[in-house]
């Protein structure tokens, strides 16, 4: 399981990189840990994993533009931030991505190794693994809530993007 921090993290340094306000990248970002609350109902990795039920977030940012350009950002920010757990979720474990469509959990791989010797040589790597999606609730959950990588991460792109609220 990608980390809370990392999860909220990576949209507040898009966002800020984007020029949004430091209240609007913040708020905008609370929304990436808005799917692991499906811990409340025992349940991990659910369908609030699946990028296609966010996608009425966008139909709906994209209907009111014309109208509420603001309500249009936010809605964007906040699908894009929902998104980006399912998508983080990707890169460490199996997870529902495109349930209803694919009834599968998919995990995504990459990889790149190096080798240096007589010749240089760069092998890149990348792997779709796919199993059943069981839906099964859990009794207990034991997961990592914080990792030194992940919080250095997190730190660096929380301090980097705040700097530009400094200026």
């Not at 998508?87 to 959990?105: H, K, Q, S």
């Not at 995504?108 to 792997?127: I, T």
């Not at 059943?132 to 301090?159: C, H, N, P, R, Y």
Request: glycine share 2%; charged share 15%.
């Amino acid at each position: 399981m990608a980390e809370p921090s990392l999860h909220f993290s990576l949209p507040f340094a898009i966002f800020s990189y984007l020029g949004f306000s430091l209240p609007f990248c913040i708020f905008s970002s609370i929304f990436a840990l808005v799917p692991d609350f499906d811990v409340l109902f025992k349940r991990h990795r659910s369908i609030t994993h699946s990028f296609l039920i966010y996608v009425p977030i966008l139909i709906l940012a994209l209907v009111l533009h014309p109208f509420n350009g603001k309500m249009s950002e936010f809605l964007v920010a906040a699908w894009f931030a929902l998104s980006s757990n399912v998508f983080l979720d990707l890169l460490v474990g199996y997870t529902p991505a495109l349930w209803p469509i694919v009834r599968d959990e998919m995990s995504v791989s990459v990889e790149a190794s190096v080798r240096f010797g007589r010749s240089f040589l760069v092998v890149p790597r990348l792997e779709i693994k796919k199993r059943k999606f069981l839906a099964e609730s859990f009794d207990e959950l034991e997961a990592t809530m914080v990792t030194s990588q992940g919080l250095l991460i997190s730190l660096l792109l929380i301090l980097l993007s705040l700097l530009r609220f400094i200026r």
